[in-house]
C-alpha cells in the first residue's frame, strides 16, 4: 500500500514538473517576443510596412 502511494506521489510529482516546465517555456516566449517587438518597434517606424 504505502509503495502504491509512493509510486502515485513520483507520477504526480513528474506531472507537476512537466506542467511547470512547460509553464516557463511559455513565460520565456512571451519575454522573447515582447523584447523582439520592443527592439524592432523603432525600426519598423522607418521601414516602409504599412
Not at 11 to 40: F, K, M, P, S
Request: hydrophobic share 65%.
Amino acid at each position: 500500500m504505502l509503495r502504491k502511494l509512493l509510486v502515485m506521489d513520483m507520477w504526480q510529482l513528474v506531472e507537476v514538473l512537466i506542467i511547470a516546465g512547460h509553464v516557463v517555456l511559455a513565460i520565456t516566449a512571451v519575454i522573447v517576443i515582447l523584447e523582439g517587438v520592443v527592439a524592432y518597434a523603432p525600426l519598423s517606424r522607418h521601414l516602409p510596412i504599412h
